[in-house]
């Protein structure tokens, strides 16, 4: 009696439960997320007239992620960003070896750091690479170099022939005390092998997975991946451009053919920067409570002292006038 009851009642059962879901995640759209106005309406609109598409659209690649926590800076985190802006400050104000074009041009380089903590640097030097196999031959020659720690990411990351290289330099870096971090996006790098990933966890590499998918086929956040690529070998060598780690890079797959892309290699300051880049995609992804000291402290400058003390009495200045 109560089976056949279930069973007739199954079809209405299903439809509730679609208009159930449907309503909590139009409550979650209005009170949760932190939207725009035509992109919430849009959502709803989908949501009530397409209940059942509308809802798995809306999992798939409308659910948000609060600003909030995507991007949140720690307060260690914080320090060594709001260090840089002192550092842009100190050079531009103390710094008499600088090119006068430069200092003409201080209000921009002012708000660039202080907006987006983009810090003016210097001593830098950029090698640019055309060519993905010029690229390839570099990074793995500076893996090769690495005597404290090498942090790798790669939106794309395949342990084919050229992804197999990349592992074993890792692996032996590892074995020679190096601190080896490998991060990598789980859409981009769905090809990257289980048993790859648990050989490099075995071996002590630390392995982060940006937003994992359900059985590497279901991913709740297609519309949040994580596209960059960055390696940062002792806080010294820097990588950034548009190769991933596979063999179509260097023109192996024919299904692609030759490719073309460009990938600098950066010395200098400004590898600070991409390494706190990483660092806090780090962070975000493994939740790691690193130890930031370790990676940026820096000895403060005579002319950043300067600069502070004179901060200090305008401030100073400013009181007793108020």
């Given amino acids: 009696m109560n089976l056949s009851f279930i069973k007739d009642s ?14 909590s995640a139009v409550i979650h759209l209005i009170f949760r997320e932190k939207r ?23 999992i798939t690649f409308g659910h948000g992620i609060s600003k909030d926590n995507m991007f949140k ?29 430069l200092l003409a041009n201080k209000d921009i380089i002012y708000a660039l750091a202080n907006s987006n903590y983009a810090h003016y640097s210097t001593n830098n030097s950029v090698d640019i690479y055309e060519k993905p196999k010029e690229f390839f031959d570099s990074l793995l020659d ?25 592992i074993d330099i890792l692996l032996e870096k590892l074995d020679e005390g190096v601190e080896v971090r490998l991060l990598y996006d789980a ?13 490099l966890k075995k071996a002590g590499v ?12 279901v991913n709740f956040n297609l519309n949040y991946r994580n ?27 024919p299904k692609f053919g030759y490719w073309r892309d460009t990938h600098l290699k950066l010395t200098g300051e400004c590898v600070r920067d991409l390494n706190i880049r990483f660092m806090l ?11 930031m000291d370790k990676y940026f402290i820096q000895k403060i400058l005579w002319f950043q002292l300067k600069l502070l003390v004179t901060m200090l009495v305008f401030k100073l200045y400013l009181v007793v006038l108020i």
């Avoid at 995609?281 to 130890?291: G, H, M, Y």
């Fill in 10 to 23: 199954a079809y209405e059962m299903f439809v509730t439960l679609i208009y159930i879901l449907n309503f």
């Fill in 36 to 58: 725009d106005t035509q992109t919430t309406m849009a959502w709803i609109l989908i949501l009530l007239t397409i209940p059942a598409v509308g809802f798995v659209l809306y």
């Fill in 73 to 101: 800076i720690k307060e260690e985190e914080d320090r060594i960003l709001k260090d840089n802006i002192v550092n842009t400050h100190a050079k531009l104000e103390c710094d008499n070896s600088l090119d006068p074009s």
């Fill in 142 to 166: 500076e893996l090769k170099k690495a005597k404290e720690y090498i942090n790798i990411q790669f939106y794309i990351f395949k342990d084919d022939d050229i992804g197999n290289k990349v």
């Fill in 187 to 199: 859409v981009g790098s769905r090809l990257f092998s289980d048993k790859s990933i648990a050989k």
């Fill in 206 to 217: 630390k392995v982060g997975c940006f937003f994992p998918s359900f059985m590497k086929i």
């Fill in 227 to 253: 596209h960059r690529k960055i390696v940062v070998i002792d806080g010294n060598v820097g990588f950034v451009g548009g190769n991933n780690v596979g063999d179509e890079y260097l023109g192996k797959d």
């Fill in 281 to 291: 995609d780090w962070r975000f992804t493994t939740q790691e409570n690193l130890d």
